[in-house]
Structure formats: structure tokens, C-alpha cells
């Protein structure tokens, strides 16, 4: 997989992946442009032994094991810890922009609570629609959250005051319910697109081969069927967007 800035290049194998970099390099230069070699970069998802290096114009590209692409990080493991970390400094970025109105006394919970979604959990959901998240990282991003709100209500732990309180006085409901509901909506929004979309030839996709030992990953769908189990809903479903957001829909309290 290689990058240019905004451009992502996808091959099989390393021969492909050089082949269309000097085809994208040569179409670009032709028109005035050139392609960085120092920014460029490539990294190989799920290598199972060495592929040998790349290059670009006979210098070698640059291997990484993550790399950033309209703001989400994409990991060679498949895996999204990284980008769980990213988005609760996100939230942490956004709490700090605005914590003079969350941390003002004067002004009744309900505004802090609607600064917050607007600010704050909007940074954090970004690009989650898109991730199937494991337990213990809905659990890592909902404490951050509930930690931004006890600051933003003046009380700790230490008072021992209910989550759900919490949420209820901030009119804020459970991160991960709006986790669920932005993968659902994407999903749905996926589903209803022609067959050669390339989003819903990606959700039918099947690698070939077979796979490495051990515990599967966590696939996207997977989280998809799990998420529509709870909700009650069907693919089927999907096709008729009104019932579908209908279905989906997680308000705040």
C-alpha cells in the first residue's frame, strides 16, 4: 500500500505496487506535478515474509508499519488500538478548546452538555464508523468521556456519584451507542449504494488463501452483526432509510 499526500495505491504485490507508482508518477510530472519520494511511503498488511523494498525512480521508499490518511491511522495488523488513542486525544484537544465554558459554574449543565457533543464528541467519533471496536476500546474511549464530564460538573470518583447520573445531569449518552449508531448509519448508508460501489464490494469481499493460526480477527461485519442483533434489525432493513435511522437511533438523555 503507498501514499502520496491524498493518494493511496493498492497492489498484491511489489512489482504492482512500483508498476502504478511510476504510472502515477509519470501521469502527474506530465502535468506539472511530481510525487515526494521523501514523503512517500509503503506498508505491507499482514506479511507473512520479506517482500523485498521499494522503489521510486531507483531510490528505495521508506517501509512503515502505520501511516495517516484523512485522519484516521491505518495499522499493517489490521488493528485500530492506535487509532482509539488518537481519538481520545482528539477529545482531550477539544475538551481543552472549550473548557472555560464546560468548567464555568454559572452556566447550567445542559449548555456544557450540548458544547460537549458539539466539541468534544464530535472529535472522538471521527472516523469510528468505519472501525469495528473491541470492548476494552468502547471501554477506553466512554472513560475518557465520563472523566471530561466529572471535570466539567465539578465532582471525581471520589464523590461516587453513578455514571448514569453523570450522563443524565450532562444530557450526554454512552459513547459507544453513538459508536454503534454512526457504523450503523454508514453501513445502511453502504448497503443502499449500486452493487459496484466499491464500499459494498469491500463488505462482500473474501481474501483468498487461507488464513494465519490462531483466533480470527475482529472483522468490520462482525461488529455490523452484532450491532444490528442489538438493535433488532436486519440488512433487509437497511434498504429503506427511514426505517432504518428510525431503527438506529440513539438519542441523548
Known amino acids: 500500500m503507498m501514499f502520496a499526500d491524498d493518494i493511496?495505491?493498492?497492489s498484491e504485490s511489489r512489482e504492482q505496487v512500483e508498476e502504478n507508482l511510476e504510472r502515477w508518477?509519470?501521469?502527474?510530472?506530465?502535468?506539472?506535478?511530481k510525487v515526494s519520494g521523501s514523503k512517500t511511503e509503503y506498508m505491507c498488511v499482514n506479511e507473512r515474509e520479506g517482500s523485498g523494498t521499494v522503489r521510486l525512480q531507483g531510490e528505495e521508499v521508506k517501509k512503515v508499519q502505520e501511516f495517516k490518511y484523512l485522519g484516521s491511522t491505518v495499522q499493517s495488523n489490521g488493528e485500530c488500538g492506535k487509532e482509539v488513542k488518537k481519538r481520545v486525544q482528539a477529545g482531550w484537544?477539544?475538551?481543552?478548546?472549550?473548557?472555560?465554558?464546560?468548567c464555568e459554574r454559572k452556566i447550567s449543565a445542559r449548555i456544557k452538555g450540548k458544547v460537549y457533543r458539539t466539541v468534544v464528541r464530535a472529535a472522538m467519533l471521527y472516523g469510528l464508523e468505519t472501525v469495528s471496536l473491541?470492548?476494552?476500546?468502547?471501554?477506553?474511549l466512554e472513560v475518557a468521556e465520563l472523566k471530561m464530564l466529572r471535570f466539567s460538573l465539578g465532582v471525581t470518583r471520589?464523590?461516587?456519584i453513578r455514571n448514569e447520573y453523570i450522563r443524565g445531569t450532562a444530557h450526554v449518552g454512552r459513547l459507544g451507542d453513538k459508536v454503534r449508531e454512526a457504523r450503523l448509519r454508514w453501513f445502511g448508508h453502504v448497503q443502499r449504494r449500486e452493487s459496484e460501489y466499491i464500499g459494498r464490494r469491500m463488505l462482500d469481499m473474501e481474501l483468498p488463501g487461507r488464513r494465519q493460526r490462531g483466533r480470527p480477527k475482529r472483522r468490520y461485519m462482525d461488529g455490523i452483526n452484532?450491532?444490528?442483533?442489538?438493535v433488532g434489525a436486519s440488512v433487509e432493513d437497511a434498504e429503506d432509510r427511514d426505517r432504518w435511522r428510525e431503527m438506529i437511533r440513539c438519542g441523548d438523555p
Open 8 to 10: 493511496v495505491i493498492c
Open 25 to 33: 508518477r509519470f501521469v502527474l510530472e506530465r502535468r506539472g506535478m
Open 93 to 102: 484537544n477539544g475538551w481543552r478548546k472549550v473548557w472555560g465554558v464546560l
Open 134 to 140: 473491541r470492548k476494552r476500546q468502547e471501554s477506553e
Open 158 to 160: 471520589l464523590d461516587r
Open 226 to 230: 452484532e450491532d444490528m442483533k442489538l
